[in-house]
């Protein structure tokens, strides 16, 4: 099966925060791996992709574990324009089908 | 503008007609998804078309779904004898091919009475 989960939150956090989503996928034999980010009522957004050895992008750091089939996101010194919906996406090889998680949703408060 | 346009936006139709929505890529863009998304629910994998392969319709719910793309740039999906748990916001993506980043329309919502 190709699922792909995520904690749907709301994850509630004030201005300055640091806050880490969790995603965990079901095959192990998944390919690419990336963050989304849908703002309500609008279209999805590529936020980064994710790469083996870990990578970032100024306050978003997002990690790999195939071990532990499970993908990480960071979040440093929160703003309040983060306020989304953040979905984890994944392609599980042998076509180019992508399967996004629900999605976890992150309100930062003033 | 040079995003990903998609027509209608909104479209309210009765139970048991066929509605067609329609996907506009952005040019140059070899790969074409459907996705829909049910209020508070995550993107269903619908279908894919990449250049002139065989398009992946492993995610078509039944056949009264199905697509098309014409001359590799737009695509109608099609909905026969809508029920109302087809109503949801139909979302099409273009991108470069590969796992390149997906560029997503604005999504036609679907209600269906």
């Known amino acids: 099966r190709k699922e792909v989960e995520q904690d749907p939150g709301p994850f509630n956090v004030p201005e300055g925060a640091t806050v880490a989503f969790n995603c965990t996928y079901s095959n192990s034999a998944s390919q690419s791996f990336f963050w989304y980010r849908q703002d309500c009522r609008k279209e999805p957004k590529l936020l980064m992709s994710v790469y083996s050895s870990g990578n970032e992008d100024g306050r978003f750091t997002a990690q790999l574990n195939r071990a532990s089939q499970y993908i990480s996101l960071l979040i440093r010194d929160s703003k309040l324009s983060d306020s989304a919906t953040y979905l984890c996406?994944?392609?599980?090889?042998?076509?180019?089908?992508?399967?996004f998680g629900k999605g976890t949703k992150l309100s930062v408060i003033p | 503008g040079a995003g990903v346009s998609q027509s209608p936006s909104n479209k309210v139709t009765e139970k048991g007609k066929d509605v067609e929505l329609r996907c506009d890529p952005i040019s140059g863009h070899t790969a074409l998804y459907w996705y829909r998304q049910s209020l508070g629910q995550g993107l269903e994998f619908l279908i894919y078309?990449?250049?002139?392969?065989?398009?992946?319709k492993s995610g078509l719910p039944s056949d009264r779904f199905s697509a098309e793309r014409t001359g590799g740039s737009v695509s109608t999906l099609t909905i026969q004898r809508t029920q109302q748990e087809d109503s949801a916001v139909y979302l099409c993506a273009s991108s470069l091919g590969g796992m390149r980043e997906l560029f997503f329309g604005e999504g036609s919502r679907l209600t269906v009475l």
């Open positions: 996406v994944v392609n599980f090889g042998g076509s180019y089908q992508l399967t």
């Open positions: 078309f990449q250049g002139n392969s065989a398009p992946d």
